[in-house]
């Protein structure tokens, strides 16, 4: 997002937040428009008109299938759904506006947008009338989990998209070339983990009913489409159904908030690019240079990050939702443990709650559990695993996540055979300090070691760097 996006969004979030009644509605709506407006334009502009009007659909169907069948059979929804139709004609309408910054001038033809509104629909109330008695909702939540998985991979996956574009170019009569990167997705990594939050606690018995305003709503909340944090559903809902004032409190809050993320965001961040890692890992002969770009990096990331996560809180205020801390001064944590329980809280919560958690329940209540560092080891090694190939899917990624499985699993083990020694040690308050900024000065090194991965593209290019940072080539 630039910063006049960003302010936009921020003046509609307020004028949201004004309204005592109609402002889940009017969140809906803006945020409806949000995705049309933010989402990635393509050189064909009839994909940057679907894929937002994509995410739209599969929100309201995802829906479908997670409500049971009273909150389905509502007439509360009908609004919802005229919302979401309406904003996707406007969009269509643009063809004949034209004004470039809100969306590509050629779209669809808006009889075509509103037959498909119409289909879907029909669609819906086809799957409420199968599903009228909760049969076989069970059955299509398992399968709607496995393909919205097998969609995320497709996303995050180059060669796959790129293999795809040029499939869907040959049958439009184009020419089948392979693009890497054709089919971006904005926002897809966060809306298909909410999507997945839902499907798995319905399965659970967990989730509560909502209309589909209400879900749609929390699905593509503008504030945090693009970048979190991943809210769950039953706190985003207390926020939402109590449409309280904006107090004088709340407004000092969000423009402390807004204020302090641009800064991190637009100065900082965007400062330390033009010297960190990446751009500048070929041109690197010495370890100095190798130390400093790598450092720089280290804290683009954080302040980029962190930073449009303080703008997301700060729009959620001034719209009335409070959106959960994603960062916790990460970088100052005396082990990687805690530094994972402050870094991207929001995304470490959903992989603790829907496979570590889980994982680990089952291993002890299997009829013979393995030893717990066996169970330990198993779990952290797949969550960091997945949460890398949440990023994307390469072998860098990977080699991210394992660098970070390794360092929690030898922490983890470290941690419980010194517990008792570095407590008998630790006596005094300077020896406490001491332990604590040593702690702090490892952890970071290891982190920052680990951005290696994250920046550079492949493994022989991360090992060169590895090299150079230690004066070995």
Do not use: C
């Not at 063809?95 to 470039?100: A, G, L």
């Not at 960190?276 to 400093?292: C, K, N, Q, Y």
């Not at 939702?321 to 402050?342: C, D, G, H, M, V």
């Not at 560092?373 to 899917?393: D, E, R, V």
């Amino acid at each position: 997002m630039s910063i006049l996006n960003i302010f936009i969004l921020a003046a509609l979030a307020a004028l949201a937040g004004l309204l005592r009644k109609g402002r889940g509605l009017a969140l809906l709506f803006v945020s409806a428009l949000a995705v049309y407006w933010l989402g990635t334009r393509f050189d064909n502009s009839s994909y940057t008109f679907w894929i937002p009007t994509g995410t739209l659909a599969l929100a309201a169907v995802s829906w479908a299938l997670t409500a049971p069948p009273e909150a389905r059979a509502s007439r509360r929804n009908l609004p919802g759904f005229v919302i979401l139709m309406a904003a996707s004609l406007l969009a269509s309408l643009n063809r004949y506006f034209q004004i470039e910054p809100f969306f590509a001038t050629t779209t669809p033809r808006v009889q075509v947008a509103a037959a498909f509104w119409l289909v879907l629909l029909a669609g819906l109330a086809a799957l409420a009338f199968l599903l009228r008695r909760g049969r076989g909702q069970r059955a299509l939540l398992i399968l709607a989990v496995i393909g919205g998985i097998a969609l995320l991979a497709l996303v995050k996956s180059p060669a796959l998209t790129g293999r795809l574009y040029g499939l869907v170019n040959s049958l439009r009569g184009g020419g089948a070339e392979s693009v890497p990167f054709a089919f971006q997705w904005l926002g897809f990594s966060y809306v298909a983990f909410r999507l997945l939050h839902t499907f798995f606690d319905r399965l659970s018995g967990r989730l509560p009913a909502v209309s589909l305003d209400e879900y749609v709503t929390y699905v593509i909340f503008f504030p945090a489409f693009t970048a979190g944090p991943i809210d769950r559903i039953e706190r985003f809902l207390k926020d939402l159904r109590d449409p309280r004032p904006v107090r004088a409190a709340d407004w000092l809050e969000a423009g402390r908030r807004f204020f302090t993320g641009l800064f991190k965001k637009f100065v900082l961040a965007d400062a330390l690019a033009l010297v960190s890692i990446g751009a500048f890992a070929p041109f690197v002969r010495t370890p100095g240079w190798a130390w400093l770009v790598l450092y720089a990096y280290a804290f683009r990331l954080l302040f980029d990050f962190s930073g449009y996560t303080d703008i997301a809180i700060g729009m959620g205020l001034l719209a009335g939702i409070r959106l959960p801390e994603n960062f916790a001064s990460p970088y100052l944590k005396p082990n990687l443990t805690q530094f994972w329980n402050s870094w991207h809280m929001s995304l470490t919560q959903w992989f603790r709650a829907y496979f570590f958690n889980p994982l680990v329940r089952g291993f002890r209540s299997a009829r013979k559990p393995p030893p717990a560092w066996i169970i330990i080891a198993i779990a952290q090694f797949g969550t960091m695993t997945l949460i890398g190939l949440w990023h994307g899917i390469s072998w860098n990624y990977v080699l991210w996540g394992l660098w970070h499985a390794a360092g929690l699993f030898v922490h983890n083990r470290w941690s419980e055979w010194t517990r008792v020694r570095a407590a008998a040690w630790a006596a005094t308050p300077a020896r406490k300090v001491l332990l604590n900024v040593t702690g702090i000065l490892v952890t970071f090194h290891y982190v920052a070691l680990g951005w290696v991965f994250f920046a550079l593209t492949t493994p022989a290019q991360s090992w060169v760097f590895f090299l150079k940072l230690f004066g070995l080539a």
